[in-house]
């Protein structure tokens, strides 16, 4: 008969908080779109949310990543802290959705910003801002946070999934004073309309802690690789929106106090 002793408190914490591997799509150094300066960029697979101008449809599935471990990332990332730092920089935990892996998300977001010392950002759509424990956003300097639409049928349309629990994720975050840089995708005939764009501004204006807004114009950049998984692209057809479009959205933002990007 085996005898399975319990483990020290700090290891089983360890074990049960702190996993050694998730499930990774890539990682990445980029500047000036996944969060302020220079950024070392995880991107986790797995995706609750099947958006309609999703660019990276590729990680949806969470089996579709490789299974990595913790140490490994945070290695890679310390090849750059001093360039990172430099540069005004810092870590960004992405998708997929980053919170479908909540715990290894966690690990990686503690570890890059008390072991590396780096300003760390978690980019999310906020559906599964439940699985975010109190401990994990302590760990976050900042928050992305997409609101696709305001309007909850569109809403479900672009993503198939509810915008409750993302406007619950977004109240959470004002309540934590926790900075949040909002982000919209602008869809013409999709999510321009004015009182869609009218009502994310003044949600966003109203919760006194989003201190920029990206108004993201819709491209076809990804159409490639739904062709390449056997999906169809629906918004084949759909233009990008023009530059007085963008300024157009970019002004009801502004016009509620916002800084708009």
């Not at 408190?9 to 990445?28: I, M, N």
């Not at 008390?114 to 424990?133: I, Q, Y």
Request: net charge neutral.
């Amino acid at each position: 008969m085996t005898i399975l002793l319990p483990l020290p408190t700090t290891l089983a914490a360890a074990a049960t908080h702190r996993p050694s591997e998730g499930s990774v799509h890539s990682w990445d150094l980029s500047t000036g779109v996944d969060g302020p300066g220079t950024r070392f960029v995880t991107f986790l697979s797995g995706c609750p949310l099947t958006c309609l101008y999703c660019h990276n449809p590729d990680t949806w599935r969470m089996r579709a990543g490789k299974r990595t471990r913790a140490d490994d990332v945070i290695a890679e990332a310390h090849k750059y802290t001093r360039f990172i730092a430099a540069a005004d920089g810092g870590a960004t935990v992405s998708g997929g959705e980053p919170l479908l892996q909540p715990v290894f998300t966690g690990e990686l977001l503690h570890r890059m910003k008390h072991e590396l010392g780096l300003h760390t950002a978690l980019d999310t759509s906020g559906f599964l801002g439940a699985r975010a424990t109190d401990a994990l956003l302590r760990d976050v300097d900042l928050v992305l946070l997409d609101i696709k639409s305001w309007d909850h049928e569109t809403y479900r349309k672009v993503t198939g999934r509810p915008l409750r629990p993302t406007l619950d994720f977004a109240r959470r975050l004002a309540g934590l004073g926790k900075e949040v840089h909002l982000r919209f995708v602008l869809v013409p005939g999709l999510t321009d309309a004015g009182e869609n764009v009218e009502g994310v501004a003044a949600f966003a204006a109203g919760l006194g802690n989003v201190s920029r807004v990206d108004v993201l114009p819709f491209h076809k950049l990804g159409e490639g690789k739904w062709q390449a998984l056997g999906k169809e692209f629906t918004l084949h057809d759909t233009p990008s929106p023009t530059a007085e479009q963008i300024e157009r959205a970019r002004a009801v933002f502004e016009q509620r106090g916002l800084t708009a990007v």
